[in-house]
Structures are given as structure tokens and as C-alpha cells.
């Protein structure tokens, strides 16, 4: 028997697949039309029964007609409704529009139909119309010629069951940018059975005349960013054209490259300098009419005829009066008649014309674009791109906004819909399966532009990743990286080489996610299989670790649980080592969830509760409220399998992730737990981490009497375990102890501490040392050094940058943020302290939340933005309830002053509460901080003589913790007092 080659033996992915039943199915990014008639009971129950049956045969007529002249299929009729779908043959991309139009002219017809009815009624249909992903399969007689299942099949119905007589419900995911062809009324949430999010709707009245689309593009456009350079070319031609010398500017790009918008903006321009514009477009499928985009604009003029010599005639006159600027989208699929007209138009030269026309590249052109200058649209730049995401999602967090970046390669459509999956807070979703049906769509018309061997094999590198090794792709589909189809994959865009030698990589990010989905789950199952076997026999040793990760996760896409567990766990606890949070916490989540699927023993229980303890590590540094329930099931699963020991171990843990959230009340617990069981059962080497844990929570809550004893005690042991390589624990807690001596006035003893846990990472990138940095950070500020806390603010978001903790860049970026502040008074610093917040606000954690706050009252109040600046003061009190005191003072402090001008009789209660939080903290500096405070509002208040005394008590402390720039504000604040004497 000869050989057959891997890629014929049944391992690629073909579009039309098989269940395990034998019936043919496929899954396809779909638009589906629901469309009833209205009334239909009331009709046959006052109609002849022949009337009502030519009634239902003239629509059912209707509907065949309408659906396949817009590029539609008929799937099922039952009664007097229907069921069709756009976009399962021809083009997909704008297989919304395509239906919506075909909705419309259905109602206009059946609307207009010419059935006598009973007196009051009038026949009318109600529609719906929405687009996903939908699983296709062959249908039997009953069901029709496909079976279309899926919750896109049942919202597309449930649509259609809410619209009233007349009315036609399209969904946001169906409609898209294409809204702008259509007048509708504002989106509205529409409750749907069956689905636990609302569905964003529209309905639609009518195709807006192309003058109104324009308009509708404009008002419904956000900020333009980027192609200064491209908008200035279009600008040059336009000078040209009002000089008299008719010009023609065409411009060509992939879909979603941005070729609408910068029109639009362009036109905008245009407008703006006196022109008349006109736009239109042209449509590709048996729906569209001759000289299309050209009727859409003497639509517009309020003509009807299309010829070339009737569309100049009309625009003859409007040109004499002032410059014309015609704009045509989708010019790829222009007929005859527009290209003839078009030519025409052109040798127009004396008139003041502009044509510009979008299109995308066709490898079937039949000639040379119809332009004078033909320029294509590169994708945006990568600052470019993440000055978009900052604009459309602003407050997302540094790790958001580069994924958004790395999915969308710079293609400005895709930027668009991911920053609104991250705005609706689904930011940590698979692009792919976040996407807007129309946005599927447009991709999977791409891939439907491809050929059997192309489409297989981008497939195949779909269900592989985004990074695709060469050496993976010949072992599943015997062609290698030199390969002719490979090559024509790139060229067609989809796959261009990786930065690694030997490997490909997606051009986008979401087209690779979309085209994950669309493979059928049976066939991506044992592909991704066959893809983690082919890892495991290829490496080992180093690049066996290597690999681990890419291991895991395809053993539990192809539902092997037992190896992904196995595999996520090497992988994370070689990540963790390597101060990769973000990827640690990933694969302890896989792992656990893999141990989920197995039947659970009292070993594997137990082997939960570990990888929840290392998970807690991870925490530590960058702490996540949700994995809260994690470790409230992992004690329980202690309890019930394991020993007094392990017990106590879950809780020191939990404790460390309830201290980094900021709970520091259930820190003490659980520490209070911890160390209660390393001490009952002997256990020498929890209960030095368990005295450890007890007194950094003390020391949160600013308990320091009691958290200095269990400090120094966690500090004599860790040091004499000390052997050279980077120690975390004793790290941790001599930073803790080194605020704890700021706070009592002792800085340079705080500095040494610093110092010496700078000292004790061996690795300058551990986690860490962000922690080191940033505490130093924060006692520099106290002291009053802004710049010298500005650099150590720097030095620690480096180092948490690297280890991808948003917790220690957060509070890296806002010390850093209110250091420039007190240096150079820019509002745009407090604006960085009011981002971070946001970066933090979904996770609903933070330890010293009330710094922030604090630091924003001081702040918008000193920038009298009162209302915001009295918020986070409320907030800061609010803190303080929980123990969080560090923020509380200064946000007292701001109150205070404000109050001096707008309510006089509040300030010394703010004084009174600022005061009390810095005497429970034992702060030194604060206390003295609050004197100077109290200090101003007494010479405010014409209290000069208690002025003065406050006065000596601050300076003098200042000069004792030498805190220069606050002993220069008391001196001068004291020179005040002495002119005015």
C-alpha cells in the first residue's frame, strides 16, 4: 500500500466535517433573519380560507425573491414565517447589511401587498436579525434542508417574537459599522430568554440616503488617531481639485485596515472648506443595481436617472457653485456601469472634482485602479495603537492594553471591537469569542477567499496558536515553512514569519481566534492532541520545560485533564521561579481546574490544596479578590484530608492573599490561625512564616506595638537561614519593619533596612524587589524628598513591569505620579493617580487603598476640583474603618483646608480626625504634618499667637527628622505671621 502523507490522513481540518452520528456539519460565522407575519392568527381567522392562502403564498413568494436577490438563502419556511441565513455562500463580511436590507424591502413589499383583507387590518411583518457563530448541519425533511443550532439561531428568533407590526430588531453583533447605512433609532438593552446578558438592538426604519450617512458616520465617529500622512495626500488632491483640475485618488487596504474612517474624517474636512460632498457604494451580490454607488448620490439630489450623461448633467450645476467631492466604498466590486461613468467623470478636467475611492486588493483585478494617485493604508504603528486603546478604554490597565495591541496588529477595526469587548468588561475574554458576529464574519470572508489546501492548513496553524514552529506545522501537515501554500498565506496576509527564527505568526491576533472557532470541536479536539503528543516526543530537558506550558494547555483543549494538570503545574511552578506572575497564576488556574475533572481522592484533594498555597505566592505580589474562594475551599479540603499541619499552612497563605487585598482584619485571622497550629503541632518550619505573616498584618493595620516584637523575631531566624540566594521572606519583612521605623521618626534606620533587603535579592528582577523600592519610595515621600522618591517610585515599576504585577505597578506609577506633582504642580500627575485606580477597580483590591485616595483629595481640592477631591477624602475615611490609616491624615488635611473657605465651622473636625488617625499610628511626621496643617487654618482664623505655637511644635519636629521641604513650608508660613505683625 503506498504511502499516504500526513496531510491526507484525516489530521487536517476540513470545512465540512462529520459528528460522531455521521451527519455532515460545520461551524459558520452567520447572519440569520427571523421574519413573521404580523397578526397572522387574527388574518386567518376573518379571511376566506382561500384568501389567506393566496395571502400566505405572496409571501412566501416574497420571501424566496428578496432573500436571494440580497445574497441570502431560504433555510426553512413554516406558516407564514421564515428563517434565512447571510453569509454561508459568498461573501460574509457584510452579510448583516446584506439582511437588513433584505428585511427592509421585504416589509415594504408585503406592506404594499395587494390581497384584499378584512376592514382594519393590514398586513405587516416583524423581524429580527443577528449574527454569531452557528453550528451547521445537514437537515433531514422536517427541519428543512440545514439544521442551524446555537444560542445565535434562538436570540435571532427571540428578536424577531419582540419587534412589533412594521418593526425589525437587528443586533448590535449584525449591524456594526454598518448602522451608518441605515436609520435607527438609539441602541437599547433588550432582555432576551434563554441568555444571561442583554442583547444591544436597533431597529431599523429605512436605507438613509447617502447624505445622511455620511452625516450619520460623523456624528457616530469617536477621535481620530494616526494617518497624518495619508490624510495629507487626500488633502493635496483636494487642493488640486478646488484649483480646477479634476483629480481621482484611490486608496487600498485589507478590510478593517481603516480605509472608512479616514475617509470620514477626511470628508469632514472637506465639508468644513466649503465642498459638496456625496458618497455611495458598491454592492457585490445579485442585490445591488447598475451604476449603484452613483444612484445612491442622485437619490440623495432627489434624481433617479443613472446614466453617465443624466449623473453629469445633475452635477454640472452643483460643480459651477462650489468644489465636489464624490467618495465611493467597496470600488473592488464595481459593475460596468460604474466604471464607465466614473471614466467619464474623469475627463471632466476643468471641473473642481475630487473622486476618492476605497477598495481592497484583489488578486482577479481585471486592470489598473481608475486613479491618478493609488496609495495603500499600512496598519497603524504600535504607538498608534496603544494611543487608540488609551482614548477608547481609558483607565485599562498596561497588561489590557498590550494584549489588545498584540491581538489586533495594528489593524484599526480590530483595535475598535476589542477596546469595546474591554470597555463592556470583557476584556479577559478570548477575542475570538467576544467578537461581534459581523466582525467574525468579515474574517471568515477572507478565509472563504482561500482554496481548499490554504483554508486547511491556516486552520490547522489556528488550533497550533498564534506563534506557529515551523517544525510543528510539517509534523501535523507535511508541508514545511518554504512550502508554495504557505507562502500564499502570507501573502494574502494572514501569516507572516515570527520573530523567532523557524517560526509564523498570525497577523492578527482575532483572526487567528476566529478561525479557532470555526473549526468543528471533534476535529480541534484530536488536533489539539495530536498537537501536545508531537510537543511531549519532540523536546526534552530544557526545551521540554520550554514547552510544558503550550502542553498544557492544548492536553486540556483535547480534554486530557490528567496531562494538563500534570504539565500546567511544572509549568507554573518553573514561571513562578522565574518572577512570571501573570503566567504562574494562568497555569495554577489550569491546573487546578484540570484536577476538577478527575475524580477526586484524598491525594489529589491534598494535591489542590498545594498548588492553592503556591497560588497564594503569587498573590502575595499580585493579589486577585476572586481566588478568595479558592482558598476558602482549599482549608476546607485541608480539614478534611489532611493534618492540623497542612491546615495551618492553607491559612498562613490565605492570610498573605487577605493582606495583599488589603483585608487586614481577616490577615490577623488567619495568621492568628497559622501561627496557633505551627505552634500546637511543633511545626518548626511554618511558624516562623506564621510570626512573619502575624506581624506584617499587624503592622497594615497599624498595630505597631505589637507587630515590631513578631517582626524582629521573623528577622532572627530568616537571617540566620540566609545563604546567599534571594530571600523573599526575609525581604518582606524587613521592609515592613522599615516603615514601621519611618513612622516613629527613625528614617535612617529605615533606610538600612531598606538597604539590607536590597541586599538579600540575588536576582534584581524578582518580584521582590518592587516591593523593596516601593516602600522606599513611600518613606522618601513622607520625609519630603520628592525627587530622590520620584527615581525609587521608577525603579520599582521597572522591576514589577518585568514580573507583570499591576498591584506593584499601580502603587509604583502613583507614588511616581504625586512625586512629580509636589515637584512641578502638573494636573496631569493626579490624573495618572486617578488612572491606576482604575486599573485596580476590577480586581476590588489594593493594600493601602487610602494612600491613593489621600493623595487625590490633596490634589483636585488644591486644583478646586471640589467635588472629586471630597469623594476620594470620603473614601480615605471610609479606609480608615478597616485600619487602613496611611492615606487618612492627608485626606484630612485637604478637607481641612477646603473647608477654611467654604465651611469655616468643619475644619477643626478634620483637624480633630486627622490628628486621632496619626496619634493611633504613632506617625511622627504625620502628627507634625498635622500641626502645620492646623497651623494655617489658625492663622485663617486670625489665631496668630496659637498659629505660632503650632508652628514651633512642627519645625521642630521637621528639623529633627530633617524634613527640609516641610520645615521650609513652616518657616515661611511663621514669616507670614511676623510681616503681618
Not at 428578496?66 to 452579510?95: K, M, W
Not at 390581497?115 to 428543512?144: C, K, N, Y
Not at 479577559?428 to 481548499?452: F, H, I, T, Y
Not at 494572514?494 to 481566534?513: I, M, N, Q, S, Y
Amino acid at each position: 500500500m503506498a504511502m499516504i502523507p500526513p496531510y491526507q490522513q484525516g489530521v487536517m481540518v476540513h470545512a465540512a466535517q462529520s459528528d460522531l452520528s455521521g451527519t455532515r456539519e460545520e461551524r459558520r460565522y452567520l447572519t440569520l433573519l427571523f421574519a413573521d407575519l404580523s397578526h397572522s392568527t387574527a388574518l386567518a381567522e376573518r379571511m376566506e380560507q382561500e384568501h389567506y392562502a393566496a395571502l400566505i403564498a405572496d409571501v412566501h413568494a416574497i420571501y424566496q425573491d428578496v432573500i436571494e436577490r440580497h445574497g441570502g438563502e431560504v433555510e426553512q419556511v413554516q406558516g407564514d414565517g421564515v428563517l434565512a441565513s447571510f453569509g454561508l455562500a459568498g461573501r460574509a463580511e457584510d452579510a448583516g447589511r446584506r439582511a437588513v436590507q433584505a428585511a427592509l424591502e421585504m416589509h415594504e413589499r408585503v406592506r404594499c401587498l395587494a390581497t384584499p383583507l378584512p376592514d382594519g387590518l393590514a398586513p405587516s411583518l416583524h423581524s429580527g436579525v443577528h449574527s454569531g457563530l452557528v453550528l451547521v448541519r445537514e437537515g433531514r425533511a422536517i427541519l428543512g434542508k440545514r439544521e442551524l443550532l446555537g444560542p445565535v439561531t434562538n436570540t435571532a428568533a427571540r428578536l424577531a417574537a419582540a419587534a412589533g407590526p412594521h418593526e425589525i430588531l437587528v443586533s448590535e453583533a449584525a449591524l456594526g459599522p454598518a448602522r451608518r447605512f441605515f436609520v435607527t433609532s438609539p441602541p437599547q438593552q433588550l432582555e432576551v430568554r434563554g441568555r444571561s446578558d442583554p442583547v444591544l438592538v436597533y431597529k431599523v426604519d429605512a436605507r438613509a440616503g447617502s447624505s445622511e450617512a455620511v452625516k450619520a458616520a460623523w456624528r457616530a465617529g469617536t477621535e481620530f488617531l494616526g494617518r497624518a500622512a495619508e490624510l495629507a495626500r487626500l488633502d493635496a488632491a483636494l487642493d488640486e481639485a478646488m484649483a480646477g483640475h479634476a483629480r481621482t485618488v484611490a486608496i487600498v487596504a485589507p478590510p478593517g485596515q481603516g480605509k472608512t474612517r479616514l475617509v470620514d474624517q477626511f470628508l469632514a474636512g472637506a465639508l468644513q472648506r466649503g465642498c459638496f460632498v456625496l458618497r455611495g457604494y458598491c454592492e457585490g451580490t445579485l442585490g445591488g443595481e447598475p451604476s449603484e454607488p452613483f444612484r445612491h448620490m442622485l437619490q440623495a439630489l432627489g434624481a433617479e436617472a443613472a446614466s453617465a450623461t443624466a449623473f453629469e448633467q445633475v452635477l454640472e450645476p452643483v460643480a459651477r457653485e462650489q468644489p465636489v467631492v464624490l467618495s465611493i466604498d467597496d470600488w473592488q466590486w464595481a459593475d460596468d456601469a460604474s466604471r464607465s461613468l466614473l471614466a467619464s467623470l474623469r475627463t471632466r478636467r476643468g471641473w473642481p472634482l475630487l473622486v476618492v475611492l476605497c477598495a481592497r486588493p484583489v488578486q482577479d483585478a481585471t486592470g489598473p485602479m481608475p486613479a491618478d494617485d493609488v496609495f495603500p493604508l499600512p496598519p497603524l504603528s504600535a504607538d498608534e495603537s496603544r494611543q487608540l486603546v488609551a482614548t477608547r478604554v481609558p483607565g485599562a490597565d498596561p497588561f489590557i492594553a498590550a494584549k489588545i495591541c498584540d491581538a489586533a496588529g495594528g489593524n484599526p477595526l480590530f483595535l475598535e471591537e476589542l477596546c469595546h469587548s474591554a470597555a463592556r468588561g470583557q476584556a479577559e475574554r478570548r477575542p475570538g469569542g467576544a467578537n461581534a458576529g459581523w466582525l467574525s464574519q468579515l474574517v471568515q470572508s477572507r478565509a472563504e477567499g482561500l482554496d481548499a489546501a490554504q483554508k486547511e492548513l491556516v486552520q490547522v496553524a489556528a488550533v497550533i496558536g498564534n506563534v506557529v514552529p515551523a517544525w510543528l506545522l510539517e509534523t501535523l501537515t507535511g508541508r514545511r515553512i518554504d512550502d508554495a501554500v504557505l507562502g500564499q498565506l502570507v501573502e494574502r496576509d494572514f501569516l507572516f514569519a515570527g520573530e523567532r527564527a523557524g517560526t509564523l505568526r498570525f497577523k492578527h491576533g482575532v483572526t487567528r481566534d476566529i478561525l479557532y472557532d470555526s473549526v468543528g470541536l471533534h476535529a480541534r479536539q484530536a488536533l489539539h492532541l495530536r498537537i501536545a503528543e508531537a510537543l511531549r516526543q519532540h523536546t526534552s530537558g530544557e526545551s521540554r520545560d520550554d514547552a510544558l506550558e503550550a502542553m498544557a494547555l492544548h492536553y486540556d483543549l483535547g480534554g486530557d485533564a490528567a496531562r494538563a494538570a500534570d504539565c500546567a503545574e511544572q509549568a507554573a511552578d518553573k514561571a513562578l521561579s522565574l518572577s512570571a506572575l501573570d503566567r504562574a497564576r494562568a497555569l495554577y488556574r489550569l491546573a487546578l481546574a484540570s484536577l476538577d475533572k478527575l475524580p477526586q481522592t484524598p491525594e489529589s484533594a491534598l494535591r489542590w490544596v498545594g498548588i492553592v498555597q503556591r497560588l497564594g505566592r503569587v498573590c502575595v505580589f499580585d493579589p486577585v479578590r476572586s481566588e478568595l474562594a479558592l482558598g476558602q475551599r482549599a482549608i476546607a479540603l485541608a480539614q478534611e484530608h489532611g493534618d492540623a499541619s497542612t491546615v495551618g499552612r492553607v491559612h498562613h497563605w490565605i492570610g498573605y492573599m487577605c493582606y495583599s487585598l488589603g483585608d487586614t482584619r481577616a490577615a490577623i485571622r488567619h495568621g492568628e490561625l497559622a501561627l496557633s497550629a505551627a505552634r500546637a503541632t511543633g511545626d518548626a518550619k511554618l511558624e516562623p512564616f506564621a510570626v512573619a505573616l502575624l506581624g506584617e498584618a499587624y503592622c497594615a493595620a497599624a498595630l505597631y506595638d505589637r507587630a515590631l516584637p513578631l517582626l524582629d523575631e521573623a528577622i532572627v531566624v530568616k537571617r540566620r537561614h540566609h545563604k546567599g540566594r534571594t530571600n523573599v521572606g526575609l525581604a518582606f519583612s524587613l521592609v515592613c519593619r522599615a516603615y514601621l521605623l519611618a513612622e516613629r521618626g527613625d528614617f535612617d534606620g529605615a533606610y538600612g533596612c531598606f538597604d539590607e533587603a536590597a541586599a538579600c535579592i540575588e536576582d534584581v528582577t524578582h518580584e521582590v524587589g518592587a516591593t523593596v523600592e516601593g516602600w522606599r519610595s513611600a518613606v522618601l515621600l513622607w520625609q519630603g524628598r520628592w525627587q530622590e522618591a520620584r527615581d525609587a517610585a521608577a525603579a520599582s515599576w521597572r522591576v514589577a513591569e518585568r514580573t507583570q504585577s499591576l498591584a506593584q505597578m499601580s502603587i509604583a506609577r502613583a507614588m511616581g505620579a504625586y512625586a512629580e506633582w509636589m515637584l512641578e504642580g502638573r494636573p496631569d500627575s493626579i490624573g495618572t493617580i486617578v488612572e491606576v485606580l482604575d486599573w485596580l477597580r476590577p480586581r476590588d483590591s489594593c493594600l493601602y487603598r487610602s494612600l491613593y485616595h489621600g493623595w487625590l483629595a490633596d490634589g483636585l481640592l488644591a486644583m478646586g476640583r471640589r467635588e472629586e477631591g471630597r469623594a476620594h477624602a470620603l473614601q480615605a475615611l471610609r479606609r480608615g474603618r478597616e485600619r487602613d490609616l496611611l492615606g487618612l491624615p492627608m485626606a484630612c488635611r485637604a478637607l481641612a483646608l477646603d473647608a477654611v473657605v467654604h465651611a469655616p465651622g468643619r475644619a477643626e473636625r478634620y483637624l480633630r480626625w486627622g490628628m486621632r488617625a496619626a496619634q493611633q499610628r504613632g506617625s511622627v511626621h504625620e502628627i507634625a504634618g498635622m500641626q502645620l496643617c492646623a497651623a494655617r487654618v489658625a492663622l485663617r482664623a486670625g489665631e496668630e499667637a496659637r498659629a505660632l505655637g503650632l508652628l514651633d511644635e512642627a519645625a521642630a519636629a521637621f528639623s529633627r527628622l530633617r524634613m527640609e521641604w516641610h520645615l521650609a513650608q513652616a518657616e515661611a508660613l511663621r514669616g507670614e505671621v511676623t510681616r503681618g505683625r
